[in-house]
């Protein structure tokens, strides 16, 4: 038995438990998934909270919101996308705490899952735990040009020079101004703003009369404002369901060591797309998915 857990705050509506007791029962992986809901404890001391689940004989930890970043700093061994990215959300309990990053993992694969040409103009909103992971996916994948924008200017400043340290040309923005004349194939929010507890868009006064595809990180509630306001130009919307999916995915496939199931799991990968998540109903590709997405 392996027992599996999602830390961070706001979590109680995520269907991370639901995905991977899906995915375990699929594959004959018998495991438990618990939920460390962090949202009352403003003072807390992440590394001693994180030991004493490790001493609870928790084998692994998804961390989502807004522990990412602390979680690759307390890890003994990092994998190589989480020494890039300075940020984790999933940590393996042997000896050694292990840091893993499937946001990049899985955003890899959502890119080659959604796109099979590199870009030129993207657009992304917020560099904290997720947004550097998105970041990094895009310049791996392929892009000449990416704008940024994020509010805190040291923040920027630092991941600015390690994408431009990737060879990525990045120009950073403070904001985004509501005419603004450039062109962006694909526009990105990797801030909360939009979630349940965050509600709002990032964008509010933006126009996507030109862009090809947004991708949402937010997924509580399914349509966001930037969602909503995307679809009424008839572009191309990613749901963070996908990245929710691709990266639930690596994380399995990581808390498992069962490498050798990747083929067989990517192989139904739309099928598993399709799992329904119970919640409220979304209308995403062609199927009816019920979802309750917290990251």
């Known amino acids: 038995m392996i027992n599996l857990g999602l830390i961070g705050k706001y ?3 995520s ?3 639901n995905l991977f007791k899906k995915l375990s029962q699929d594959f004959d992986l018998p495991l438990t998934y618990e939920l460390f809901d962090l949202k009352d404890n403003d003072n807390i001391n992440f590394r001693d909270y994180i030991k004493n689940i490790k001493n609870k004989k928790i084998d692994g930890l998804n961390v989502t919101f807004p522990f990412k970043e602390e979680a690759a700093k307390l890890s003994d061994i990092k994998g190589e996308e989480v020494e890039l ?3 984790s959300n999933l940590l393996i309990f042997k000896n050694k705490i292990t840091a893993r990053n499937t946001d990049l993992l899985g955003f890899e694969k959502l890119l080659n899952f959604h796109f099979d040409k590199k870009f030129k103009n993207i657009l992304v909103i917020g ?6 992971s998105i970041c990094f996916a895009l310049t791996k994948f392929g892009l000449e040009k990416l704008y940024l924008v994020e509010k805190d200017s040291e923040k920027l400043k630092k991941i600015t020079l390690e994408l431009q340290n990737q060879g990525t040309k990045v120009i950073s923005l403070n904001e985004v101004e509501p005419h603004n004349e450039i062109i962006f194939e694909g526009v990105l929010n990797c801030t909360p703003i939009g979630h ?8 509010e006064n ?3 009369n030109n862009v090809e595809w947004v991708f949402d990180a937010v997924y509580v509630p399914a349509e966001t ?10 572009i191309k919307v990613i749901s963070g369901i996908d990245l929710f999916i691709f990266q639930g995915i690596e994380g399995f496939l990581l808390f498992t060591e069962k490498e050798k199931l990747r083929d067989k799991i990517y192989k139904n990968i739309n099928k598993i797309r399709k799992f329904p998540i119970h919640f409220h109903f979304f209308n995403y590709k062609n199927a009816t998915i019920e979802l309750s997405l917290a990251r």
């Open 15 to 17: 269907q991370a438990p």
């Open 225 to 234: 404002e930037f969602v909503k306001k995307a679809k009424k130009s008839k």
């Open 127 to 132: 560099a904290g735990g997720v947004g550097r």
């Open 206 to 208: 933006f126009n996507f």
């Open 196 to 203: 349940e507890h965050s509600l709002g868009n990032p964008l």
């Open 85 to 87: 990215t300075k940020s």
């Open 11 to 13: 979590i109680q509506n």
